[in-house]
């Protein structure tokens, strides 16, 4: 009697997968394709998820933005920006104007994003300053003629030069810059760098306009932001109770939520089209091992003339099923991972590895070899010794 154990049965595993190389590879070729694939898609698709959460991010912290529509029945004012200063659930308020201007330096001229605004602004949208300093409180009440510079727009005019103390022209009338902002990059399809930021009062002098367009609202750190945006529609209805179709308030949570939604069933679209590899591997695997049954039948009939059970040969070739699926899981791993280095770097995306994803793919491809290793195994088990032995 052969006692066939697991560790022989694998020996004799790779031993039948060596003897045809080039055979094992293509039966491989699936497994690897599609573990690959996974990793690949959905490590770009968690990359996709996290650059957009960061984006998103870097509009502000717990963010409410208050919209008008340019109508009569609607106007926020100072009087409006104090009454939202005294909603307990606000941390700071920042009224904001904006429009296009052109700047000129030299022979340098270019048209730029201008926003009017007041301090609270670089807290509310999450600024920071690279050089200088941001506005304050005394430029909007002086209306001072100061600036500052998104990160492309210094690049644009000063290059390598400190544009601190020098000055710019902004439709003509000369400002001089204070502050030069760190760069953002872009968000949500426009760049956060290409801008010059003036206090909220010279900005309704350079754009002939004292109308107040948007208000960025900043609620308190780990308030829920939809009980905020509910205080905050209420309040506005109680000042225009006659023109609520004229504003909006929008919460930057709704957008990160949407987001996400839509990014997680991407990833689900692209792991599910990825994950029809694997299973199209597992077919090649059984194909192949009905194969190897039928020319390995003389074989399994010596073994069980001399006293091999029915479970030595089923273990036998479901083994050899599984040996061949997990080196082909093995391998598509060491591909994705490096596919996706490759990606990344040549077309500048976002790869964000998973060892869950990783695991999930590498067990996925384990259960292919045990799910389509089985038919072929039983096939083998049960084969009459002496059919098998007289088989030509």
């Given at each position: 009697?052969?006692?066939?154990?697991?560790?022989q049965?694998?020996?004799?595993?790779i031993?039948?997968?060596?003897s045809?190389?080039?055979?094992?590879?293509?039966t491989?070729?699936?497994?690897?394709?599609?573990?690959?694939?996974v990793?690949?898609?959905?490590s770009?698709?968690?990359?996709?998820?996290?650059?957009?959460?960061?984006?998103?991010?870097?509009?502000g912290?717990?963010?409410?933005?208050v919209?008008t529509?340019?109508?009569?029945?609607?106007?926020?004012?100072?009087?409006?920006i104090?009454?939202?200063?005294?909603i307990?659930?606000i941390?700071?308020?920042?009224?904001?104007?904006?429009?296009?201007?052109?700047?000129?330096?030299?022979?340098?001229?270019?048209?730029v994003?201008?926003?009017?605004?007041?301090?609270?602004?670089?807290?509310?949208?999450?600024m920071?300053?690279?050089?200088?300093?941001?506005?304050s409180?005394?430029?909007?009440?002086?209306?001072?003629?100061?600036a500052?510079l998104?990160?492309?727009?210094?690049?644009?005019?000063?290059?390598?030069?400190?544009?601190?103390?020098?000055?710019i022209?902004?439709?003509?009338?000369s400002?001089?810059?204070?502050?030069?902002?760190t760069?953002?990059?872009?968000?949500?399809?426009q760049?956060?760098?290409d801008?010059?930021?003036?206090?909220?009062?010279?900005?309704q002098?350079?754009?002939?306009?004292?109308?107040?367009?948007?208000?960025?609202?900043?609620?308190?750190?780990?308030?829920?932001?939809d009980?905020?945006?509910a205080?905050?529609?209420?309040?506005?209805?109680r000042?225009?109770p006659?023109g609520?179709?004229?504003?909006?308030?929008?919460?930057?949570?709704?957008?990160?939520?949407?987001?996400?939604?839509?990014?997680?069933?991407?990833?689900?679209?692209?792991?599910?089209?990825a994950?029809?590899?694997l299973?199209?591997?597992?077919?090649?695997?059984?194909n192949?091992?009905?194969?190897s049954?039928?020319?390995?039948?003389?074989?399994?009939?010596?073994?069980?003339?001399?006293?091999?059970?029915r479970?030595h040969?089923?273990?036998?070739?479901?083994?050899?099923?599984?040996?061949?699926?997990?080196?082909?899981?093995?391998?598509?791993i060491?591909?994705?991972?490096g596919?996706g280095?490759i990606?990344?770097?040549?077309m500048?995306?976002?790869?964000?590895?998973?060892?869950?994803?990783?695991?999930?793919?590498?067990?996925?491809?384990?259960?292919?070899?045990?799910?389509?290793?089985?038919?072929?195994?039983n096939?083998?088990?049960?084969l009459?010794?002496?059919?098998?032995?007289r088989?030509?």
């Amino acid at each position: 009697m052969i006692e066939l154990g697991i560790l022989q049965s694998i020996k004799m595993a790779i031993r039948s997968i060596k003897s045809n190389k080039l055979r094992a590879f293509l039966t491989m070729l699936g497994i690897i394709i599609g573990v690959s694939s996974v990793i690949v898609l959905i490590s770009i698709a968690r990359g996709s998820t996290a650059n957009v959460t960061s984006q998103i991010n870097n509009l502000g912290t717990n963010l409410l933005t208050v919209n008008t529509f340019g109508t009569d029945k609607v106007k926020l004012t100072d009087d409006t920006i104090e009454k939202f200063k005294k909603i307990q659930t606000i941390k700071a308020v920042s009224p904001a104007v904006s429009g296009r201007v052109t700047l000129k330096r030299d022979r340098t001229t270019a048209q730029v994003s201008l926003t009017g605004t007041t301090s609270d602004y670089q807290d509310v949208r999450n600024m920071k300053v690279a050089a200088g300093r941001f506005l304050s409180d005394l430029d909007v009440e002086y209306r001072q003629k100061i600036a500052v510079l998104g990160s492309t727009t210094a690049q644009t005019f000063f290059g390598w030069e400190n544009p601190i103390g020098q000055h710019i022209q902004v439709d003509g009338t000369s400002f001089k810059i204070v502050g030069v902002l760190t760069s953002k990059g872009g968000s949500m399809g426009q760049s956060g760098d290409d801008v010059i930021i003036l206090p909220l009062s010279t900005a309704q002098r350079v754009l002939k306009d004292t109308a107040i367009q948007t208000v960025y609202l900043q609620g308190k750190s780990g308030m829920n932001m939809d009980f905020v945006m509910a205080e905050v529609q209420m309040a506005m209805k109680r000042m225009f109770p006659n023109g609520t179709d004229e504003y909006s308030v929008f919460n930057q949570q709704d957008l990160m939520n949407t987001m996400s939604s839509v990014t997680n069933t991407m990833t689900m679209m692209l792991g599910g089209i990825a994950g029809i590899s694997l299973l199209v591997g597992g077919i090649g695997i059984m194909n192949i091992m009905l194969v190897s049954v039928s020319e390995r039948t003389k074989e399994i009939g010596i073994r069980k003339a001399i006293g091999a059970k029915r479970r030595h040969i089923l273990l036998q070739f479901l083994i050899e099923a599984i040996v061949l699926s997990s080196l082909g899981g093995i391998i598509g791993i060491l591909v994705g991972i490096g596919v996706g280095n490759i990606l990344g770097k040549t077309m500048s995306l976002t790869v964000s590895y998973s060892s869950s994803v990783i695991l999930m793919s590498f067990m996925f491809s384990l259960l292919v070899g045990i799910i389509f290793g089985v038919f072929p195994a039983n096939k083998a088990s049960k084969l009459n010794p002496i059919q098998a032995l007289r088989f030509e």
